[in-house]
């Protein structure tokens, strides 16, 4: 098999490699002191500790809401499911009411929770880091809950489905 090199300073070769591996679709959402939510997708989504119950997500540090959560106290990650395609490219979009006519509840902190997501992360900010051109951001779980919906992935710059092996 041959494989396509780069070098470093080659950043869509780059960001072709890492097109290769498959992530789950999540939307996070807060809502800041003025009260109007916010939300993005986010495919660096990861657990880190089951006790405490930690989890994290990265955000370009160029992003308009990179203040927004870097002061929050809550914010949720919703997992998406497979037929919530539109929900993910609407949230990757900028400028517009993301959440204009959407179905949600509240959760923690008021944090957004999207409705028919295949999971539901609510969490309490815990850490921030540096991560390069991305901060890195740590959630602690204050609650969850999942259905058994497949889940949409990201991979080689298009949406799939997730099935058992």
Same mark, same amino acid.
């Given at each position: ?8 300073? *080659? ?19 807060? +809502?800041?002191? &003025?009260? #109007?939510? +916010?939300?993005?997708?986010? /495919? #660096? =989504? #990861? #657990?880190? $500790?089951? &006790?405490?119950?930690? +989890?994290?997500?990265?955000? *370009? ?7 927004? =959560? ?7 990650? /919703? ?11 609407? =949230?990757?979009? $900028?400028?517009? &009411?993301?959440?204009? %006519? ?6 923690? %902190? ?6 028919? $997501? +295949?999971?539901? =992360? ?7 880091? *540096? ?35």
């Amino acid at each position: 098999m041959a494989y396509d090199e780069g070098i470093l300073t *080659d950043s869509q070769m780059l960001r072709s490699a890492y097109g290769s591996y498959g992530t789950g679709v999540t939307v996070v959402t807060t +809502v800041p002191a &003025d009260g #109007s939510p +916010v939300g993005l997708t986010v /495919n #660096s =989504f #990861s #657990s880190v $500790s089951l &006790d405490p119950p930690l +989890v994290l997500w990265c955000l *370009d540090k160029s992003a308009n809401s990179l203040q927004i =959560f870097e002061q929050t106290s809550h914010f949720a990650i /919703n997992v998406l499911a497979h037929d919530q395609v539109d929900l993910s490219n609407t =949230f990757a979009s $900028s400028g517009e &009411d993301k959440f204009s %006519g959407l179905d949600y509840t509240t959760g923690a %902190g008021d944090a957004p929770l999207l409705a028919g $997501s +295949v999971a539901q =992360f609510e969490c309490e900010s815990w850490a921030t880091y *540096d991560g390069g051109d991305h901060i890195i951001l740590v959630g602690k779980i204050v609650a969850y809950r999942r259905n058994n919906a497949p889940g949409l992935l990201y991979i080689g710059g298009q949406y799939a489905r997730s099935t058992p092996a």
